[in-house]
T-cell receptor, first 113, second 112 residues
Framework: EPEVTQTPSHQVTQMGQEVILRCVPI?????FYWYRQILGQKVEFLVS????????KSEIFDDQFSVERPDGSNFTLKIRSTKLEDSAMYFC???????????FGPGTRLTVT | AQSVTQPDIHITVSEGASLELRCNYS??????LFWYVQSPGQGLQLLLK????DTLVQGIKGFEAEFKRSQSSFNLRKPSVHWSDAAEYFC??????????WGAGTKLIIKP
């Protein structure tokens, strides 16, 4: 069964460094999402992406965040200058159209020290 | 604004006992509702979903959920839990922008 994959599974970085989290959505999907889950807290929507542009973004998704689909398979989340409070599990999801069901990857745990 | 409430932060049940996890939502239109499970160190796996039709929906791993519009609820049930069901369970609703709005989660602990 097709699945969403994410790399790396765990990333440790120093405050102020740039990180790129990578996702490979399911191949025929057209809508892509990033969510994050700070330890012990709710899952929060960050951004949705369709047709090579951002569809929606939350208040969390400020100028230090960016997303890109650099080729036909990858979908990346870049954090330019990480802060301690960026430590969280980041989930990528994708869906086809017109399905409402989002398929999630296993997540990347980001630890900022 | 849409919201999802899971009133129980954690629930402990004995193996073999029945389970009900509560979920209440706030949404003006007909909701699209989901239950996801997150095992320790794992990602989010969809258990079941409700879009329309029969209000009792069946999911994977023997789970079911019932949509009750009058109570704005979508409670998850399982007749007999297994130790492998120990995990965190999240209820979510799809908002008007097709984003998932999540509950805080309920951690299920299984007693042997």
């Amino acid at each position: 069964e097709p699945e969403v994959t994410q790399t790396p599974s765990h990333q440790v970085t120093q405050m102020g460094q740039e990180v790129i989290l990578r996702c490979v959505p399911i191949s025929n999907h057209l809508y892509f999402y990033w969510y994050r889950q700070i330890l012990g807290q709710k899952v929060e929507f960050l951004v949705s992406f369709y047709n090579n542009e951002i569809s929606e973004k939350s208040e969390i998704f400020d100028d230090q965040f960016s997303v890109e689909r650099p080729d036909g398979s990858n979908f990346t989340l870049k954090i330019r200058s990480t802060k301690l409070e960026d430590s969280a599990m980041y989930f990528c999801a994708s869906k086809d159209s017109p399905s409402y069901e989002q398929y999630f990857g296993p997540g990347t745990r980001l630890t900022v020290t | 604004a849409q919201s999802v409430t899971q009133p129980d932060i954690h629930i402990t049940v004995s193996e073999g006992a029945s389970l009900e996890l509560r979920c209440n939502y706030s949404y003006g239109a007909t909701p699209y509702l989901f239950w996801y499970v997150q095992s320790p160190g794992q990602g989010l796996q969809l258990l079941l979903k409700y879009f329309s039709g029969d209000t009792l929906v069946q999911g994977i791993k023997g789970f079911e959920a019932e949509f009750k519009r009058s109570q704005s609820s979508f409670n998850l049930r399982k007749p007999s839990v297994h130790w492998s069901d120990a995990a965190e369970y999240f209820c979510a609703v799809l908002d008007s922008n097709y984003q998932l709005i999540w509950g805080a989660g309920t951690k299920l602990i299984i007693k042997p």
